[in-house]
């Protein structure tokens, strides 16, 4: 047998083993993820990773197969990218880091997914920040809370007392005092409430870090049975 050919399938074959065990590693992680987070499973899982010099990127998102939804995630994750390489690419001082990660939701018609970014950028301690987005696949359409509070015009008031309600007595707002800080964060205003998601049986809230208490305090999640919200005529 020619040694150049022997010597070609050696290498061709070495390359696909290759492959093979960088694809099973890299699927191993995705179900790693996947169990940590509350994913329904008609998502897959989509990884993106760079790493440049002291910037990296890791992020995992959604693939849900409806291509209006798809798109606009496609378009969240890659506006993150280019927002954080084009002011921490060439960094030099520190290192700098953005990681996304999410949570799936659903209730009959509507996927929700609520995306955590934690971002690290040498400063004195990381931030994570909160996106969420609620699609209805009947209609196509995003769902967003102007879209219910046109619905629903007393909905604001609602969910500011009842997350009033629920958070007052939380051992962390105690803690470091319900100040103006808490009270403004709940007025009923559409830029409080905009981080939601909707599933099966709740409203849910998202209250970032410094939203409604300092940073140590962390952030917040108040979960509303639909029974206490007027949502007959938004469903």
């Known amino acids: 047998m020619n040694l150049k050919y022997v010597i070609v399938v050696f290498f061709l074959f070495s390359f696909i ?67 954080f390489k084009s002011i921490f690419q060439n960094v ?48 196509d359409q995003v769902i967003t809370i102007e879209d219910l509070v046109e619905i629903d015009s007393n909905l604001l008031n609602s ?18 005092g319900v100040s103006d800080f808490f009270y403004s964060g709940t007025e009923p205003k559409i830029e409080n409430f905009q981080n939601f998601v909707l599933d099966e049986k709740n409203f849910i809230i998202f209250f970032d870090r410094y939203s409604i208490a300092p940073y140590v305090a962390g952030d917040f999640i108040v979960k509303i049975p639909y029974e206490k919200l007027n949502m007959n005529a938004i469903f």
């Open 92 to 139: 030099e001082e520190y290192h700098a880091e953005l990681k996304i990660t999410f949570n799936e939701y659903q209730k009959e018609n509507i996927i929700a997914f609520a995306f955590t970014k934690y971002l690290d950028t040498g400063g004195a301690h990381p931030n994570t920040y909160t996106h969420t987005i609620n699609f209805n696949t009947k209609t």
């Open 17 to 83: 083993i290759t492959c093979y065990f960088v694809m099973e590693q890299k699927n191993n992680e995705i179900e790693q993820v996947r169990e940590t987070f509350s994913i329904a499973s008609h998502s897959s899982i989509r990884n993106y990773h760079e790493a440049q010099g002291n910037m990296e990127i890791d992020i995992y998102y959604p693939v849900t197969n409806v291509e209006k939804l798809d798109e606009i995630i496609e378009a969240y994750v890659h506006t993150e990218i280019e927002n």
């Open 159 to 176: 969910l500011s007392t009842i997350s009033r309600e629920s958070l007052q007595n939380n051992e962390n707002i105690v803690q470091y």
